[in-house]
């Protein structure tokens, strides 16, 4: 099954960094209870903090994700000596926060899924996964209300979890969703799809 957004940053930062010799342990967040905590030259966050460990390390990094940030974790700030930014936007805004001093902008780093020998069609893909906050709702219900259906409208396809937008796509003309897709078929269906 393909994981989670913040699984798959874990693991290509983790191997980025084991690239360049860095012992790495990963602790999940539902799994905080479970696990030990080790002492590290520096702990990076990945959006979720665990202020236990804060004292662990020399110093801590933070990676967020501006648009999941809870407020109430801003009393932490104080405590990360770095902030990494992913995009442009999100520099700006932890720049403020925090001071640009102690925000890098990163950029974004993803796993390359192109495949060149399968042919795109016009299509629109939507992949939603276990989200609820990628605006499926607004997706299915643009093609719902598309004005004039019978000159053309083009295919699209959701991959949704999520139940309720299963539900949605259900009875729609040119709509196919998918409740859940291996790496290699996500692969082939972003690469496949034009849009």
């Not at 994981?3 to 930062?13: A, H, M, P, V």
């Not at 999940?28 to 966050?45: E, K, Q």
């Amino acid at each position: 099954m393909v994981g989670k957004g913040l699984e798959r940053e874990y693991f290509l930062l983790k191997e980025l960094l084991n690239a360049h010799d860095c012992y790495t342990v990963g602790i999940h967040y539902c799994n905080w209870a479970n696990s030990t905590l080790v002492r590290a030259d520096v702990n990076i966050f990945l959006e979720v903090i665990h202020p236990l460990a804060f004292s662990l390390s020399r110093e801590n990094w933070l990676v967020p994700n501006s648009e999941w940030w809870d407020p109430r974790n801003d009393q932490f700030l104080p405590h990360f000596t770095r902030v990494l930014c992913k995009t442009r936007d999100c520099h700006r805004i932890w720049s403020a926060k925090v001071g640009a001093d102690r925000c890098v902008y990163t950029g974004f780093l993803a796993r390359d899924l192109y495949r060149s020998e399968i042919s795109r069609e016009n299509s629109f893909l939507h992949v939603a996964g276990e989200s609820e906050h990628k605006n499926t709702e607004a997706v299915i219900d643009a093609w719902r209300q598309t004005i004039m259906p019978h000159l053309w409208r083009p295919p699209l396809t959701v991959v949704t979890w999520q139940k309720r937008y299963q539900d949605l796509c259900q009875d729609l003309p040119d709509v196919t969703c998918i409740p859940r897709v291996s790496e290699d078929e996500l692969a082939r269906l972003m690469n496949s799809h034009r849009f």
